[in-house]
């Protein structure tokens, strides 16, 4: 005759699974409004004293908005502001985005070297710049920029 031992399942600690946190976004920068390029260019002064201070380096960009069409003034001012968005979203938190005139931004890169700034501007023409849809419009809208490096 066989015999059974009945029991009653005990609990078995399971090893403890980690849940990998979700993955973490650095925030976009803020667009600086400034009144002129005077300004902008006191701005990479600034930066570039504190870069030297720490012994990093700091390139800089310039970006010009052109439209292919010209829109009217709201929809310019909107489509400057998506221009402005979509430039923040590619930059690291570190970086600072600047706007002046309306239709000129500058981006400053702290620890980039000019070589990798140049990458960084190509970036952000090719994905800032192209069609924008706004309500029922398309506009076409292109960037072009350069990259200076402060003075040492």
Same mark, same amino acid.
């Given at each position: 005759?066989?015999?059974?031992?009945?029991?009653?399942?005990?609990?078995?600690?399971?090893?403890?699974? %980690?849940?990998?946190?979700? *993955? +973490? #976004?650095? *925030?976009?920068?803020?667009?600086?409004? =400034?009144?002129?390029?005077?300004?902008?260019?006191?701005?990479?002064? +600034?930066?570039? @004293?504190?870069?030297?201070?720490?012994?990093?380096?700091?390139?800089?960009?310039?970006?010009?908005? !052109?439209?292919?069409?010209?829109?009217?003034?709201?929809?310019?001012?909107?489509?400057?502001?998506?221009?402005?968005?979509?430039?923040?979203?590619?930059? %690291?938190?570190?970086?600072?985005?600047?706007?002046?005139?309306?239709?000129?931004? $500058?981006? =400053?890169?702290? @620890?980039?070297?000019?070589? #990798?700034? !140049?990458?960084?501007?190509? +970036?952000?023409?090719?994905?800032? $710049?192209? #069609?924008?849809?706004?309500?029922?419009?398309?506009?076409? =809208?292109?960037?072009? $920029?350069?990259?200076?490096?402060?003075? *040492?």
């Amino acid at each position: 005759m066989l015999q059974m031992k009945a029991s009653t399942p005990t609990a078995v600690p399971l090893p403890e699974r %980690r849940v990998p946190p979700p *993955p +973490r #976004h650095a *925030p976009p920068a803020l667009v600086e409004d =400034l009144a002129s390029a005077d300004d902008f260019t006191r701005l990479v002064e +600034r930066q570039a @004293r504190r870069c030297r201070r720490d012994g990093q380096v700091l390139s800089a960009l310039g970006l010009q908005v !052109q439209f292919e069409t010209g829109p009217d003034e709201t929809l310019a001012a909107q489509l400057l502001a998506e221009c402005a968005r979509r430039l923040c979203s590619r930059v %690291r938190a570190s970086d600072s985005v600047a706007r002046w005139q309306s239709t000129h931004f $500058g981006v =400053l890169l702290p @620890r980039c070297e000019p070589v #990798h700034a !140049q990458a960084v501007l190509a +970036r952000l023409t090719r994905f800032a $710049g192209g #069609h924008y849809r706004l309500g029922e419009q398309l506009l076409d =809208l292109s960037l072009q $920029g350069q990259v200076f490096s402060p003075a *040492p």
